[in-house]
């Protein structure tokens, strides 16, 4: 159990919102994932939990492509996330 609490201590979400551009960098250890998406057309999308033991899904969706967002979130801190991404990104 205590590796798998370190290996989680060293994944990172980064999340850039620019003027033209959202990017969102996932980096686990040595490996690292960007996805790009151009803001206007980026929607934020807080999906309810399938059953009730499950977290809720945040995600940034744009033309087809989806990313997840906040998954080292609480409940109430991805919903916080969600609204506050909302407001920078706006839902075009």
């Known amino acids: 159990m205590g590796d798998r609490a370190v290996r989680r201590g060293q994944e990172r979400e980064i999340l850039e919102i620019g003027g033209t ?3 969102m960098e996932l980096i686990r250890g040595p490996h690292r994932q960007m996805t790009v998406f151009p803001r206007h057309w980026t929607k934020v999308k807080l999906r309810a939990p399938l059953h009730g033991l499950h977290p809720s899904r945040l995600s940034l969706e744009s ?7 906040g998954i080292f979130l609480t409940e109430d801190e991805r919903c916080s996330l969600a609204t506050r991404l909302k407001q920078l990104i706006g839902n075009v």
Request: glycine share 10%; charged share 20%; aromatic share 0%.
């Open 21 to 23: 551009t959202i990017s």
């Open 63 to 69: 033309q087809e492509r989806t990313c997840g967002v």
